[in-house]
C-alpha cells in the first residue's frame, strides 16, 4: 500500500503555514510582558502553540491523504448444472441421483481450493446450486447463459462449466444464446442417447373457430419409438365421453402417423375434447400420451363482401379461396353504382378501395361508425392518402405510382391465429407482390403476419398485418398479385392449399365473434398444477365501461362435484382471484354478479393438469453439447471424465489472476484522530 499527501493550493502555501504558527506564537510568548512562565516552560508551551495554530492553519489548505491498495482478483469459474426431470427418465438415473453426486461435490471441492466458484442450478429458473434433485418441468439453456451475461460483464471468467443432457423446451437455441459470450465453455454430457420406448401425441390441429350443424376435422399426429409390433388405440374423449377411437400396428422403430377425426358441431358455445393414446407394455413416459384443445362453436353462417374498384385477377382469386369455406357466403360488386346496405354484411373485403379515381369516403365512414370488420387489399390504383387517413393500423407515405416487387417473409412471431409451417414455406416461394415503396410505420396493437422481403433482404415493412382498435378488427394486404400466387402456388404443390389458408385464416379472424357480453370470467382454459391458477372477470355498465364495484362471487366445483365458494378482489378497473394450486382435474365454474336491479351469470369450465414438457424429448442431445464447446474453445466430456475436466481447467494458461489497484482520498480534517489531537 502506498500513501502520499496532497493539498488543493501550491506548496509553496506552506510557508505562510508555518509563518502564522511562528507569529501566533511569538505574540503569545515572546516579549509578552503578561506572561510570568519560566523560561523553560514558555519555549515549550511556545513550541506546542506553534505546531498547533500551524497544522490548523495547514488544515484550511484542504489537504488530503492518498492511499493506492492491490488486490488481486480470483478466476471465476461458472458451473450450471441442468436440474430438469429428464435426466432421471433414461437408464442411468440411479447413477446421477448417487454416484454422480459425489462426484460432482468433489469436483467443486477441488475447484475451489484454485479459484472463485460460483454454481448454478437451470431448468425453469436459475438458481444458486444447493441440492440437485432433478425436480424441474422445464429445461432453458439460455435462461443460464443470460444470467451469466448479466451479472458477470467486465469480471475475471475463466471457464463456463455446463453440466446437462442437451434436451431444449424451452427458451432459444442454446449455441445461439451463448454466441455472445467470450469465454471457454466446457460440458459435461449426461442423459442416454439412446432412443427409449416411448409413444407420444407429436401435434393436433384444428379449427378453433366452427360452426354449429357442420363437421369438422381434428388431425392428431403421433410417433413412437422402438416400439416396433406393438399395437394401440388412440381415442377422443368429450366431457369424460369417449367419441370415437381408431386402432394402429406400429410397424417400425421408428414410427409417425396421422389421424383424423370428424366431429360434428352440434351445440353452440365453446367445447373441449381430449386426445388420449393408450399406453403400451414397457413404456416408461405416459405424461405425452394426451392433450387437451378447446373449439369454439358459432351458430350461423357469416356474409362477406368483395367490394372493388374495378375487374382484377386478384378478386376472382381470393373468390375462389373463399368459395372452399362452407361457412361464408361471398358477394362481389363495384363501387360504381353500389347501392346495397354495407350493414348486412359481416366483413367488407375492399379491392383497392379508397383508388385514385374514387376515394369512397361515404363507404369507408359507414365501415367506421358500424364497426364493420374491414380487410384492405392495396394495388397500383390506391389512393394512400386517403387509406391513411382511415385506417389507423398502418400508414403508408409514398409517392402515387411508385412501387416495387415484394416476397412475403414469414413473422415467427405471430400470434393472432394458427398457420401451418409448410404452407407458410410454400408462401415464400410465391412471385413478388407488387406493393407501395416508401415509409412504413404501424400503430401500437397491429401484427404483422407477414414482412416485405425485397431483393433478398427482408425489410421491416410488412406485407400482410392485422389491428384490433377496441374490438373491431381489420387488416390489410399491401399489394397486387394474388392471382400468381395461386397460380404458382398450383404449379409447385399441385393444389390451392397456401393461398386458401392465407386467406380463410384471415377472414375467420376478422369475422370471429368479439365477446360483448355485460359479465365474463377469463381463464387460461387449461392449467399447470405447478402454477397458481388465476381467473379474471369483466364487468360493464350500459355505457360499456368496466366496473369493479359490485361483488362478484365464484362457485367452484370438481369432478366429484363438491363445491368450494370463492369472492373475487376488485383489482384495477377489473376483477381477479387466486385458487393457488389445485390438482389435476376438470374444474367448472358458476360466476355471479349483481349489477343495479340485473344479475349476470357466467359459467365455464377450465382443466388442471401435469404439464410435463420434459416427457416430450427423452433422447440427449450431446452433439448440440460438443459444438456448443467447440464453438467457445472448450470440450465436452462425459460424467465419468469429471476429474479429467479439473485437471484441464486448471492447468489452462489463460485462466489467471488480475492484479488491480485502487486509490482512496482520504481528507485530513475528516480523521477523528487529528481533530481529537488538537483539542487536547
Not at 369483466?538 to 364495484?549: G, P, R, T
Not at 344479475?599 to 456448443?628: C, P, T, W
Amino acid at each position: 500500500m502506498n500513501t502520499e499527501i496532497f493539498i488543493s493550493y501550491s506548496w509553496w502555501s506552506l510557508v505562510m503555514v508555518f509563518f502564522a504558527g511562528l507569529l501566533y506564537a511569538s505574540l503569545l510568548y515572546v516579549k509578552n510582558r503578561n506572561n510570568k512562565l519560566s523560561s523553560g516552560v514558555s519555549v515549550l508551551l511556545f513550541c506546542f502553540r506553534f505546531i498547533s495554530i500551524s497544522f490548523l492553519t495547514f488544515l484550511l489548505l484542504s489537504p488530503y491523504i492518498k492511499t493506492r491498495n492491490k488486490y488481486i482478483e480470483k478466476p471465476i469459474v461458472i458451473v450450471g448444472h441442468d436440474n430438469s426431470s429428464s435426466i432421471l427418465m433414461g437408464k442411468d438415473s440411479l447413477y446421477y441421483q448417487g454416484e454422480f453426486k459425489e462426484s460432482l461435490v468433489s469436483f467443486l471441492d477441488e475447484l475451489e481450493g484454485k479459484f472463485e466458484v460460483d454454481s448454478y442450478l437451470f431448468g425453469d429458473k436459475v438458481v444458486g446450486l444447493v441440492d440437485v434433485n432433478y425436480g424441474d418441468q422445464m429445461s432453458n439453456y439460455s435462461d443460464f447463459f443470460n444470467h451469466i451475461r448479466d451479472n458477470y460483464n467486465g469480471l475475471n471468467v475463466g471457464a463456463v462449466v455446463l453440466i446437462g443432457d442437451g434436451i431444449v423446451n424451452n427458451g432459444l437455441d442454446p449455441v445461439t444464446a451463448a454466441s455472445e459470450l467470450n469465454y471457454p465453455i466446457f460440458t459435461v454430457a449426461m442423459g442416454d442417447t439412446i432412443q427409449s420406448k416411448d409413444l407420444k401425441i407429436d401435434d393436433v390441429r384444428h379449427n378453433s373457430i366452427v360452426y354449429s350443424g357442420d363437421t369438422f376435422p381434428i388431425e392428431v399426429n403421433i410417433s413412437a419409438n422402438s416400439l416396433k409390433g406393438d399395437a394401440s388405440k388412440i381415442r377422443l374423449y368429450e366431457n369424460n365421453a369417449e367419441v370415437q377411437y381408431k386402432g394402429f400396428k406400429i410397424d417400425g422403430d421408428i414410427y409417425n402417423n396421422s389421424f383424423v377425426f370428424n366431429v360434428l358441431a352440434s351445440t353452440k358455445g365453446k367445447r373441449r375434447f381430449e386426445i388420449v393414446i393408450d399406453g403400451v407394455e414397457d413404456e416408461k413416459v405416459l405424461d405425452n400420451n394426451s392433450r387437451n384443445i378447446f373449439v369454439d362453436v358459432l351458430d350461423s353462417k357469416k356474409r362477406i363482401l368483395i367490394l372493388a374498384n374495378a375487374p382484377h385477377p386478384d378478386i376472382g382469386a381470393i373468390k375462389q379461396s373463399l368459395d372452399t369455406n362452407p361457412n361464408l357466403e361471398v358477394e362481389i360488386d363495384y363501387l360504381t353504382g353500389y347501392q346495397k346496405n354495407i350493414n348486412e354484411f359481416d366483413l367488407v373485403i375492399l379491392h383497392q378501395l379508397p383508388s385514385i379515381t374514387n376515394s369512397a369516403p361515404r363507404v369507408l365512414r359507414s365501415l367506421i361508425d358500424n364497426e364493420i370488420p374491414t380487410l384492405y387489399v392495396l394495388g397500383n390504383q390506391s389512393r394512400l392518402s386517403v387509406f391513411n387517413r382511415f385506417y389507423d393500423g398502418l400508414n403508408i407515405n409514398s409517392a402515387t405510382g411508385s412501387t416495387t416487387g415484394a416476397q412475403f417473409e414469414a413473422n415467427k412471431q405471430f400470434s393472432l391465429f394458427s398457420f401451418n409451417t409448410s404452407l407458410e414455406n410454400q408462401l415464400q416461394v410465391f412471385p413478388p407482390l407488387s406493393v407501395p415503396m416508401g415509409n412504413y410505420r404501424l400503430a401500437e396493437g397491429s401484427e404483422i403476419f407477414g414482412w416485405q422481403k425485397i431483393l433478398d433482404l427482408t425489410t421491416e415493412f410488412p406485407l400482410i398485418s392485422f389491428y384490433d382498435k377496441t374490438g373491431v378488427r381489420s387488416g390489410v394486404i399491401v399489394g397486387e398479385g394474388l392471382w400468381q400466387w395461386r397460380i404458382q402456388n398450383y404449379i409447385n404443390f399441385n393444389d390451392f392449399d397456401a393461398v386458401n389458408a392465407l386467406i380463410n385464416k384471415s377472414v375467420m379472424y376478422l369475422i370471429a365473434d368479439v365477446d360483448k357480453r355485460r359479465f365474463k370470467v377469463i381463464t387460461q382454459g387449461e392449467y399447470d398444477t405447478r402454477y397458481d391458477i388465476t381467473l379474471d372477470a369483466e364487468l360493464y355498465n350500459k355505457s360499456l365501461e368496466l366496473d369493479n364495484k359490485p361483488e362478484v362471487l365464484l362457485t367452484l366445483f370438481n369432478e366429484n362435484n363438491e363445491q368450494f365458494s370463492f369472492v373475487f378482489s376488485p383489482y384495477e378497473d377489473f376483477y381477479t382471484i387466486n385458487l393457488n394450486k389445485l390438482p389435476v382435474g376438470i374444474y367448472t365454474y358458476k360466476a355471479t354478479v349483481k349489477q343495479g336491479n340485473n344479475i349476470y351469470i357466467d359459467r365455464g369450465e377450465f382443466v388442471v393438469k401435469q404439464i410435463d414438457n420434459e416427457s416430450y424429448f427423452l433422447n440427449a442431445d450431446h452433439r448440440m453439447l460438443n459444438r456448443l464447446a467447440y464453438n467457445h474453445n472448450g470440450k465436452m466430456y462425459y460424467p465419468n471424465q469429471i476429474n479429467e475436466l479439473n485437471k484441464e481447467i486448471s492447468e489452462m494458461e489463460d485462466i489467471v489472476s488480475k492484479i488491480h489497484y485502487q486509490d482512496k482520498f482520504i481528507g485530513i480534517n475528516s480523521l477523528v484522530y487529528i481533530m481529537l489531537g488538537l483539542i487536547l
